[in-house]
């Protein structure tokens, strides 16, 4: 996404940086963001990197090109702006409210499972259940691609 890109309402899982920052300031939405669990960062500030280095390497034309800019990253691997300035997540971003405006999600429920995670739900005691987590899913959905496997 461009700077200048409008973020639309939605669920995010987005690492918190300067540049989302400054973003998020031009917009009237209200942000909501969450701590990263500890346990959890090494593989949150990972997944950041892996895009922010596959978006680099896919700008550049050429295969040298590439790995000239591969053994580069090796010692600066993102420009400061987009570096992780909190150990925070944006979660969702919702239009500002005025008269005639509902809530969003309407039912204030996110899925339990994190956007960029698949899982594999079996209704097991004490797992998320299959019913309440595709409701969470359709609440806060623009489009649904449904994939079902049942196994007896």
């Given at each position: 996404m461009a700077a200048d890109d409008v973020l639309p309402d939605g669920l995010y899982e987005s690492v918190v940086t300067d540049a989302l920052m400054q973003r998020l300031s031009t917009q009237s939405h209200v942000p909501e963001f969450a701590d990263i669990d500890p346990a959890d960062l090494p593989d949150v500030l990972g997944q950041h990197?892996?895009?922010?280095?596959?978006?680099?390497?896919?700008?550049?034309?050429?295969?040298?090109?590439?790995?000239?800019?591969?053994?580069?990253?090796?010692?600066?691997?993102?420009?400061?702006?987009?570096?992780?300035?909190?150990?925070?997540?944006?979660?969702?971003?919702?239009?500002?409210?005025?008269?005639?405006?509902?809530?969003?999600?309407?039912h204030g429920r996110r899925p339990t499972i994190p956007l960029a995670d698949a899982a594999l739900l079996t209704n097991a005691h004490g797992e998320p259940s299959i019913g309440s987590e595709l409701r969470a899913e359709l609440d806060t959905s623009d489009r649904v691609d449904l994939l079902i496997a049942f196994v007896m």
């Open positions: 990197l892996r895009d922010a280095v596959v978006s680099r390497l896919t700008s550049k034309r050429t295969p040298a090109e590439q790995l000239e800019l591969a053994a580069r990253l090796m010692e600066f691997v993102e420009s400061p702006e987009h570096a992780p300035s909190e150990g925070r997540l944006l979660t969702a971003l919702r239009a500002a409210g005025g008269p005639g405006r509902v809530s969003w999600p309407p």
